[in-house]
């Protein structure tokens, strides 16, 4: 899944994905370096990564220079209004350019020098990675009150203990952070496989007659809050084990009875976790998903149009709670073209119902290019599906 080398100022960081995401993220910080201090906006486009976006927001408010933080039209419609409110608590100078509350920003960048600030984690967690990942360098460190719904938190902790491999000086006291003003070590790393992305082989199994996997590099010792997949997909007729090197996971048919995931700390598992559900013709009930309407898309509405494709219906019960109802779906003789939306997950999670349908096209097939560009030819090489690319990998087949 992850191949890339990088060195930068004697310190190496091994297995760099060679993902959209990454290449962005590299780009724009080569960019950052060359042209800081300039009084000209300096124009940082971040596509649609959302969490590139979100980490750069810190740096170049602690970036003495004049910046045009932008992104896709889907970029400029996600909220990013607690983040800039928090910074500019601490002294930041950031002005929409558009919409209030929504990228594209201009950023004047400075020295800050830190202090108390609050953000909400109800939208993102990444907007509090962000401000504790630029915190040791503000010469009064960082007091970070988190406020709302605590989303996604996993995802929070694993940029903590990221941080103290790093050098930085961590204290968490329930809904408050303490960041000490400690300069950054230099430390080589080597970058864990990703769990998320193992989301996809875990479906493609507990869809097969008896299916079984390596998943290559994955370890239960992970940083990765995604790892309790494990469980969620035992519910799902999925067995893993710890091997040597890497996960093994088959398939035992043995499933829970109208199982219930709570997501709030996991939500990019949900696409992966409705297809499966689907296609296995079971229901299930999903909680904790309050935020999922600001991802790459709209995902529960998302999933609410691709189910019915299916003959699916994935219920809105309350703000955060659905339920899907697949119980009494056939699944012969489906012919389905599915739409992605732009969103790499629905993508992937779109690719294993291949297993239970007898023609199944995924638009905009490309779009895996932001997180796991070697998807498809993966998925090709195991052998569980056949793929046809129609045109210019635009779509799959």
């Given at each position: 899944?992850?191949?890339?080398?990088?060195q930068?100022?004697?310190?190496?960081?091994?297995?760099?994905?060679?993902?959209?995401?990454?290449?962005?993220?590299?780009?724009?910080?080569?960019?950052?370096?060359g042209?800081?201090?300039?009084?000209?906006?300096?124009?940082?486009?971040c596509?649609?990564?959302?969490?590139?976006?979100?980490?750069?927001?810190?740096?170049?408010?602690?970036?003495?220079?004049?910046?045009?933080?932008t992104?896709?039209?889907r970029?400029?419609?996600?909220?990013?209004?607690?983040?800039?409110?928090?910074?500019?608590?601490l002294?930041?100078?950031?002005e929409?350019a558009?919409?209030?509350g929504?990228?594209?920003?201009?950023?004047?960048?400075?020295v800050?020098?830190?202090?108390?600030?609050?953000?909400?984690?109800?939208?993102?967690?990444?907007?509090?990675?962000?401000?504790?990942?630029a915190?040791?360098?503000?010469?009064?460190?960082?007091?970070?009150?988190?406020?709302?719904?605590?989303?996604?938190?996993?995802?929070?902790?694993?940029?903590?203990?990221?941080?103290?491999?790093?050098g930085?000086?961590?204290?968490?006291?329930?809904?408050?952070?303490?960041?000490?003003?400690?300069?950054?070590?230099?430390?080589?790393?080597?970058?864990?496989?990703d769990?998320?992305?193992?989301?996809?082989?875990?479906?493609l199994?507990?869809?097969?007659?008896?299916?079984?996997l390596?998943?290559?590099?994955?370890?239960?010792?992970?940083?990765?809050?995604?790892?309790?997949?494990?469980?969620?997909?035992?519910?799902l007729?999925?067995?893993?084990?710890?091997?040597?090197?890497?996960v093994?996971?088959?398939?035992?048919?043995v499933?829970?009875r109208?199982?219930?995931?709570?997501?709030?700390?996991?939500?990019?598992?949900?696409?992966?976790?409705v297809?499966?559900?689907?296609?296995?013709?079971?229901?299930?009930?999903?909680?904790?998903?309050?935020?999922?309407?600001?991802?790459?898309s709209?995902?529960?509405?998302?999933l609410?149009?691709?189910m019915?494709?299916?003959g699916?219906?994935?219920e809105?019960?309350?703000?955060?709670?659905?339920?899907?109802?697949?119980?009494?779906?056939?699944?012969?003789?489906?012919?389905?073209?599915?739409?992605?939306?732009?969103d790499?997950?629905?993508?992937?999670?779109?690719?294993?119902?291949?297993l239970?349908?007898?023609?199944?096209?995924?638009?905009?097939?490309?779009?895996?290019?932001?997180?796991?560009?070697?998807?498809?030819?993966?998925?090709?090489?195991?052998?569980?599906v056949?793929?046809?690319?129609?045109?210019?990998?635009?779509?799959?087949?």
């Amino acid at each position: 899944m992850i191949r890339a080398y990088a060195q930068v100022d004697r310190m190496s960081i091994e297995k760099l994905s060679e993902a959209d995401d990454t290449r962005i993220l590299l780009k724009n910080l080569r960019q950052i370096r060359g042209c800081s201090h300039s009084n000209i906006p300096m124009v940082i486009d971040c596509g649609n990564a959302g969490t590139v976006f979100r980490f750069l927001v810190s740096l170049l408010a602690s970036s003495p220079g004049t910046w045009l933080l932008t992104g896709t039209e889907r970029m400029k419609a996600r909220p990013v209004a607690d983040l800039v409110d928090a910074l500019k608590h601490l002294g930041a100078s950031i002005e929409y350019a558009e919409q209030q509350g929504f990228p594209p920003l201009i950023i004047h960048g400075k020295v800050l020098t830190g202090g108390i600030s609050a953000v909400s984690m109800q939208k993102s967690s990444q907007f509090a990675s962000s401000l504790v990942l630029a915190a040791p360098t503000w010469k009064n460190g960082l007091e970070l009150h988190l406020e709302g719904t605590l989303s996604s938190m996993p995802y929070l902790k694993m940029s903590l203990e990221m941080m103290r491999r790093f050098g930085a000086k961590v204290i968490e006291n329930e809904r408050i952070i303490h960041i000490l003003p400690v300069n950054y070590k230099k430390n080589n790393f080597v970058v864990e496989s990703d769990w998320s992305s193992a989301a996809f082989w875990y479906e493609l199994v507990a869809l097969s007659e008896k299916g079984e996997l390596l998943l290559k590099g994955l370890t239960y010792e992970s940083l990765q809050g995604d790892s309790a997949m494990i469980t969620m997909f035992r519910k799902l007729g999925v067995e893993s084990f710890q091997e040597p090197d890497g996960v093994l996971i088959f398939k035992t048919g043995v499933f829970a009875r109208k199982p219930h995931f709570d997501l709030q700390d996991y939500p990019d598992m949900l696409p992966s976790l409705v297809a499966c559900c689907a296609g296995l013709g079971i229901e299930a009930s999903f909680s904790g998903l309050e935020n999922l309407q600001f991802k790459e898309s709209d995902r529960t509405a998302a999933l609410q149009n691709e189910m019915k494709k299916m003959g699916v219906i994935f219920e809105k019960l309350s703000a955060g709670e659905y339920k899907l109802h697949a119980s009494n779906v056939s699944r012969n003789n489906m012919n389905i073209l599915f739409d992605t939306y732009k969103d790499h997950r629905m993508a992937m999670a779109f690719a294993p119902l291949a297993l239970v349908t007898d023609r199944l096209t995924v638009a905009e097939a490309e779009v895996v290019e932001k997180s796991y560009p070697t998807f498809w030819d993966e998925l090709k090489a195991c052998g569980a599906v056949e793929i046809e690319t129609l045109s210019a990998g635009s779509e799959k087949k």
